[in-house]
Antibody, heavy 123, light 108 residues
């Protein structure tokens, strides 16, 4: 069974930093590109960032570029999101999501999602 | 970047058919994927590619596309299909991903 489990969400002050983690099991993690997607409570989904299997290609939404850094550790089956200069508008549930295609590169859809971790940015 | 437009809400009688649409320039180049999200839960992929259902998704879900519009159809809607549905595709030109604003399906 494929499982994605996020952790690291917390209450943080504006301008602060946070690291999110996503532990993946039930699949060969290194075979897949991975992504972060966020959702403001009660609102829609927003894609945040993606990373290929070997970290050679990394992409960010304009809203987070320069502030967030995605990374992965294939040996530890883990995905990370380092979030700096946090703003109140970054408050959201953050989901990690697995790309469906198994060539390790970006494809069209996300076939497995974690349950999400809540990040609250507030003074 | 381009956006994807969805109707905010639609209602359907139990056992009837509902079509959810998604419009955007990106859909001229990429297929839409569709996700079902129930309150407090993670999204679930229900349709991708031309008309592909992941394992475990009932065959009452089907997909289609034409030009800049993609559609998800639920035939014989069940009570458990009540949820928010999001379309998603690659974004034209900048190698990003984009989601539609979501459609809330209410089963009457």
């Amino acid at each position: 069974e494929v499982q994605l489990v996020e952790s690291g969400g917390d209450l943080v002050r504006p301008g602060g930093s946070l690291r999110l983690s996503c532990a993946v099991s039930g699949v060969t993690f290194g075979d897949y590109a991975m992504h972060w997607v966020r959702q403001i409570p009660g609102k829609g989904l927003e894609w945040v960032s993606g990373i290929t299997w070997n970290s050679d290609d990394i992409i960010y939404a304009d809203s987070v570029r320069g502030r967030f850094t995605i990374s992965r550790d294939n040996g530890a089956n883990s995905l990370f999101l380092d979030m700096d200069s946090l703003r109140p508008e970054d408050t959201a549930v953050y989901f990690c999501a697995k790309q469906r295609g198994s060539n390790g590169y970006f494809s069209d859809e996300f076939d497995y999602w974690g349950q999400g971790t809540l990040v609250t940015v507030s003074s | 970047s381009s956006g994807l437009t969805q109707d905010p809400a639609v209602s359907v009688a139990l056992g009837q058919t509902v079509r959810i649409t998604c419009q955007g320039d990106a859909l001229k180049s990429y297929y839409a994927s569709w996700y079902q999200q129930k309150p407090g839960q993670a999204p679930v992929l229900v349709m991708y590619g031309k008309d592909n259902r992941p394992s475990g998704i009932p065959d009452r879900f089907s997909g289609s596309s034409s030009g800049n519009t993609a559609s998800l159809t639920i035939t014989g809607t069940q009570a458990e299909d009540e949820a928010d549905y999001y379309c998603q595709s690659r974004d034209n030109g900048d190698n990003h991903y984009v989601f539609g604003s979501g459609t809330r399906v209410t089963v009457l």
